[in-house]
């Protein structure tokens, strides 16, 4: 039997899945699309055949796929449900702390234990002391997947307690700072760009702010086509923080004003590039 089996070996999944495999942990793992399991098939990693197989092999399920409803649409069928009674399922996709009452709730009538994740950091981090990774929910999945979980990070994986919203709770407002730079950095760089400045004297101006600087940079750089999370991804995240808002009745009109930047750069194909993309919705329509 494996530790745990890894499900979704995206840009964040796969590091995820590296990282234990370094640690000595005995993974298997398993995506949608065959092709992301070849290289941890190079590295002798197990890869499963199937869903049904890579969930009965290990007592604790790690999945890092889009969201909670594409895990729910994954887990939720009669032949893989069946396997999930006594395991230990942690969830470290984006979303809203309901999603993850309402998981935990699915979990619990299954016979499994739950653990929301929320991941404050990008795919290169994971492993090192850079890479806050918060777990909220059952004490009794903490301690059984605890020697997994924390070769994800060094000494940096902190278990909130019992309250299973708290992890989403803080992920969504640690995003909430992000967006708050993405938008700065593009604004403040439009007006140096304006006015003939330099970006770079604008990272130079802020050394105590490491984010504008690191964004500013890919402007500056025009290294667009470089990211760890696309923008797409950045997008989607923005949404949980709209859903959480309306759930809890607080205004949404900060994320709602971003999300519509967002939503602009992918009407123009914009996804899969750097979140710093956003600058070029700002520039105004060129004449025909
Ligand atoms: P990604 O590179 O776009 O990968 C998405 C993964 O989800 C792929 O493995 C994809 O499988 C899988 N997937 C999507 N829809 C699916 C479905 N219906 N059924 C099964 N698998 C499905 O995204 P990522 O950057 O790894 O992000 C994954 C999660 O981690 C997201 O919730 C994201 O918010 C979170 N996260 C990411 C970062 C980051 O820096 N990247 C940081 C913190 C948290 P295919 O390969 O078959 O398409």
Request: with cysteine; charged share 20%; hydrophobic share 45%.
């Amino acid at each position: 039997m494996a530790s745990i089996t890894v499900l979704g070996l995206g840009l964040m999944g796969s590091a995820l899945a590296r990282t234990l495999h370094k640690r000595g942990q005995q993974l298997i793992v398993w995506n949608r699309s065959k092709a992301k399991m070849q290289p941890f098939e190079k590295l002798g990693v197990s890869c499963a055949d199937d869903l049904r197989s890579a969930v009965s092999a290990s007592r604790v399920i790690l999945v890092c796929i889009d969201n909670y409803a594409s895990t729910r649409a994954l887990l939720d069928t009669p032949e893989v449900s069946a396997t999930l009674a006594g395991k230990t399922i942690v969830q470290v996709s984006s979303g809203t702390p309901k999603d993850a009452v309402v998981a935990a709730d699915w979990a619990h009538a299954l016979g499994a234990t739950y653990l929301d994740g929320a991941i404050l950091a990008g795919p290169k981090d994971i492993g090192t002391d850079e890479a806050t990774i918060l777990l909220s929910g059952d004490d009794a999945g903490f301690t059984l997947a605890r020697p997994m979980l924390d070769c994800l990070g060094d000494g940096t994986v902190r278990y909130l307690g019992a309250n299973v919203r708290a992890a989403s709770a803080l992920d969504l407002a640690w995003l909430m700072s992000r967006y708050g730079n993405f938008i700065a950095a593009i604004h403040a760089a439009k007006i140096c760009q304006s006015e003939d400045v330099g970006v770079d004297e604008l990272i130079r101006l802020v050394p105590d702010n490491v984010a504008i600087q690191r964004y500013a940079q890919v402007i500056h750089d025009q290294s667009f086509d470089k990211f760890t999370a696309s923008l797409r991804v950045w997008g989607e995240a923005l949404h949980h923080i709209q859903d959480q808002g309306r759930q809890a009745d607080i205004s949404t009109e900060i994320p709602d004003f971003i999300g519509g930047l967002f939503n602009r750069a992918m009407s123009a194909g914009m996804g899969e590039s750097n979140v710093m993309s956003l600058i070029k919705v700002l520039d105004p329509p060129k004449p025909e």
